[in-house]
């Protein structure tokens, strides 16, 4: 299985961690996780991606997540 590469939309900076480790470090209520251009609402989600067979050979998967704006 390959690791997760996570990147916070503009931020330059990076993390890598396995998906069993993406429970605890991804908060999926309080942001928008997309892996290519695919939005994943949950961790079981993510997982399901992961386990696909186009993301087997990789090293990474590459995970954006993009922070819930607020205000008005």
């Known amino acids: 299985m390959p690791k997760l590469l996570i990147k916070v939309f503009g931020d330059p ?15 999926f209520s309080s942001q928008m996780i997309v892996i290519d251009g695919q939005q994943i609402r949950s961790y079981d989600e993510l997982a399901k991606i992961a386990s696909q067979e186009k993301y087997r050979n990789q090293d990474f ?10 205000g008005g």
């Open 13 to 27: 900076g990076e993390d890598m961690c396995e998906l069993e480790e993406a429970k605890y470090l991804i908060d």
């Open 61 to 70: 998967i590459e995970v954006v997540q993009i922070p819930a704006i607020t």
